[in-house]
């Protein structure tokens, strides 16, 4: 078998995993796992056939994945692959663009221009705001911080890019309570530490305090404020028209760790949610959460247009003058995948509606599962179902750990634990494509099933 031969069997056998993903157990059994060792072994001195390579790939590894593109899986706001993805993602793999520089990939620098516009639309940002694809939430939320920290700077007179941070200005950095762990570590990786913050206590369901603000003084060091649309565990999102009132009079840049509750903003029935969340400097989401496009997806948008650039330009002779947006000098990495290629097919195939109805249907499955459970006796909602997470607990901590482990066992759909509170929780998210109303009611009798079986 020649070698096109041979990938266009393992493009049959990735489409033949697509559809029967739904009969896989959602997390592979122990046998399944075990098997992966046949993958090992030493590094053999002489090549295998090609075939035969992606053969033992796909009979092995393909039973120890874990199921997350079909519409059982609710653990870790993962999304699943939606088809235009999936296409567009074969297509662009055998393209093999480097995205970099328009030079590198006409086709890459034209479909970023086309999806920045989408996107700016789509999400109601200002018209010249910038767009930059990198790997996930945690470098798009520290390419954002990172141009925060550059900007602000540079209106005191100091030139980070150059000068470094030894002996710049303090930067006075506010984040919510429950700001996300990527957060705290984007604060660190950047340089503005992940300890040295202000932190804002929260309410109940996570939203920062806005009342709580503490009373900085600017000319104490530029202030940098951390909101959140989306709180991991709830749902909830930060009142952001009261705290871009405070940064504003404080002449503060505001950030918006939105991995996956910005999509909300595509869903106009949850404008009570998003209301000022516009009004951010820099917002960082996952495209490879609610948008459904494949691992891995993240967008840094910056309404400071020239910030990413002043941050991430990479100057050598060798390059060619500027011919439009040159994603290197405006992201962490300099060789990058084209992202936008499935961006973009994947929001020209949903549409504006298309995509609004999959936010929508998401929220209605969250609700459809808190319904369910909160009318069965043991069961407690922890928190207002307002986007598509539930925090649920049964009868005590422990009893809520077992039911978490046997829901895992028995396969049929899989969510994790977290902790609220100081309480375990079951924490179900609601963020494939796949799952309908139905699903997710399904996905409730599973787990009182399971409940029931506990004794």
């Not at 909300?264 to 029935?269: E, F, G, I, K, R």
């Not at 936010?359 to 407690?380: P, W």
């Not at 539930?390 to 049929?412: F, K, S």
């Amino acid at each position: 078998m020649d070698e096109l031969s041979a990938v266009r069997n393992a493009a049959e056998r990735a489409l033949a995993y697509a559809a029967t993903v739904d009969e896989r157990r959602v997390f592979p059994d122990a046998a399944a796992v075990d098997a992966l060792s046949a993958l090992g072994g030493h590094l053999p001195d002489r090549g295998s056939d090609v075939a035969e390579t992606l053969e033992l790939l796909a009979e092995v590894g393909g039973p120890a994945t874990v199921a997350n593109t079909g519409p059982n899986y609710y653990g870790f706001v993962t999304g699943a692959t939606h088809p235009a993805a999936l296409g567009a993602a074969m297509i662009a793999d055998a393209w093999d663009q480097n995205a970099a520089l328009p030079v590198m990939s006409p086709v890459a620098a034209a479909l970023h221009d086309i999806t920045r516009e989408w996107l700016v639309d789509l999400l109601g940002l200002g018209a010249d705001a910038d767009v930059a694809y990198v790997t996930g939430a945690t470098v798009a939320n520290a390419s954002c911080l990172a141009a925060a920290r550059d900007a602000l700077l540079a209106k005191v007179g100091w030139d980070a890019p150059a000068q470094g941070l030894f002996g710049a200005p303090p930067i006075q950095v506010v984040t919510g309570r429950q700001a996300h762990s990527t957060v705290r570590k984007s604060l660190g990786f950047v340089g503005l530490g992940s300890e040295r913050i202000v932190t804002v206590p929260s309410d109940d369901q996570g939203r920062m305090r806005a009342d709580l603000l503490p009373d900085l003084d600017p000319a104490d060091g530029p202030i940098l404020v951390c909101a959140q649309a989306g709180e991991v565990n709830t749902g909830a999102f930060d009142p952001f028209d009261e705290i871009a009132d405070w940064t504003e009079a404080r002449g503060g840049w505001l950030h918006v760790d939105g991995a996956f509750g910005l999509w909300a903003l595509a869903d106009p029935t949850r404008a009570h949610l998003t209301a000022g969340l516009t009004r951010a400097d820099s917002l960082a989401t996952d495209g490879h959460k609610w948008l459904n496009v494949t691992y891995d997806c993240g967008v840094a948008l910056v309404q400071r247009p020239g910030a990413l650039r002043r941050t991430f330009a990479s100057i050598a002779g060798y390059l060619p003058p500027a011919t439009g947006f040159e994603a290197m000098h405006h992201t962490p990495q300099s060789s990058q995948r084209a992202r936008q290629i499935e961006v973009w097919a994947v929001l020209r195939a949903l549409g504006r509606s298309g995509l609004a109805a999959m936010v929508q249907r998401g929220c209605d499955g969250a609700t459809a599962i808190a319904e369910r459970l909160s009318g069965c006796d043991g069961f407690e909602i922890m928190n207002d179902v307002v986007l598509n997470q539930v925090l649920v607990t049964y009868r005590d901590p422990a009893t809520t750990g077992r039911l978490i482990e046997a829901v895992q066992d028995d396969g049929r759909i899989w969510c994790g634990p977290t902790s609220w509170n100081g309480a375990t929780a079951m924490r179900i998210s609601v963020s494939s494509w796949r799952t309908t109303v139905d699903d997710a009611r399904r996905a409730a009798d599973v787990i009182t099933e399971v409940a029931a079986s506990l004794g």
